[in-house]
C-alpha cells in the first residue's frame, strides 16, 4: 500500500529555535500534502494543505510566517516550525493524497515536538 | 464549530463481541465519511469509508453504517479483538474540500481479553 514517511518522528528544541519535519511520500507522487496538529486527548486539526509547486492554504488562526510550508516536489513536502515556543510543543502529522476528491489519506507516523 | 463529533470518548468491549462506535455531523455538504485507526505516536490507519450514496459498507469484520437523514454513521466491529483497541476517528470529505478532511475527537477503543 501508499506509504508516507515522516521524519523526524520525535524532536525536542530549544525555544527560539527552528525545527523543520519533512513528509515524503514513498511510492507514488502526492499532488496534494496536508499537514495537521494534534493535542492530547484531542482531534486532528487541520493547520495547512499545499500543492506541488504552489503557496500553502492556511486555515483560519494559523500564522503562516509561523508555520512555513514548502512542497517543492510531489515526493516531498516540509514544515518549519519557526521561532518555536513551548506552546507549540505538539504532535504533527502529515498525510498525502493520490487522486481526487473522495481518496482516503495516506499518513506519515507524526513527529512529537517538544520545545523547552 | 466541530462538524465531526463522536460523544463517547471512550468505549470498552469484551472480546468476541460487538463494537459500535458513533460519529455524527452537521454540514449536509459532506459526503464521503471515512474511519481511520490510531495508536499512539503513529499515524492514523485508514480503515473503511462510505459514500453519502450508500447506506452500509462493509469489510469484514469492520461495518460502516450511514443514516443521512439523522447525519449519524456507525462503525461496526465483529467480532471484537483485543488487537482493536485504538482511537477511532470518525472524519468527513465534501465536494467542496477534495480530499481535505474534518475529522472527530476521536473514542478510544479496549477490547478485553
Known amino acids: 500500500g501508499a506509504v508516507v514517511s515522516q521524519h523526524p518522528s520525535r524532536v525536542i528544541c530549544k525555544s527560539g529555535t527552528s525545527v523543520k519535519i519533512e513528509c515524503r511520500s514513498l511510492?507514488?507522487?502526492?499532488?496534494?500534502m496536508f499537514w495537521y496538529r494534534q493535542f492530547p486527548k484531542q482531534s486532528l486539526m487541520l493547520m495547512a494543505t499545499s500543492n506541488e509547486g504552489s503557496k500553502a492554504t492556511y486555515e483560519q488562526g494559523v500564522e503562516k510566517d509561523k508555520f512555513l510550508i514548502n512542497h517543492a516536489s510531489l515526493t516531498l513536502s516540509t514544515l518549519t516550525v519557526t521561532s518555536a515556543h513551548p506552546e507549540d510543543s505538539s504532535f504533527y502529522i502529515c498525510?498525502?493524497?493520490?487522486?481526487?476528491?473522495?481518496?482516503?489519506?495516506?499518513f506519515g507516523n507524526g513527529t512529537r515536538l517538544t520545545v523547552t | 464549530d466541530q462538524q465531526v463529533k463522536q460523544n463517547s470518548p471512550s468505549l470498552s468491549v469484551q472480546e468476541g463481541r460487538i463494537s459500535i462506535l458513533n460519529c455524527d455531523y452537521t454540514n449536509s455538504m459532506f459526503d464521503y465519511f471515512l474511519w481511520y485507526k490510531k495508536y499512539p505516536a503513529e499515524g492514523p490507519t485508514f480503515l473503511i469509508s462510505i459514500s453519502s450514496i450508500k447506506d452500509k459498507n462493509e469489510d469484514g469484520r469492520f461495518t460502516v453504517f450511514l443514516n443521512k437523514s439523522a447525519k449519524h454513521l456507525s462503525l461496526h466491529i465483529v467480532p471484537s479483538q483485543p488487537g482493536d483497541s485504538a482511537v477511532y476517528f470518525c472524519a468527513a470529505s465534501g465536494e467542496t474540500s477534495g480530499s481535505r478532511l474534518t475529522f472527530g475527537e476521536g473514542t478510544q477503543l479496549t477490547v478485553n481479553p
Open positions: 511510492d507514488f507522487q502526492a499532488t496534494t
Open positions: 498525510s498525502a493524497s493520490t487522486t481526487g476528491m473522495g481518496s482516503p489519506l495516506h
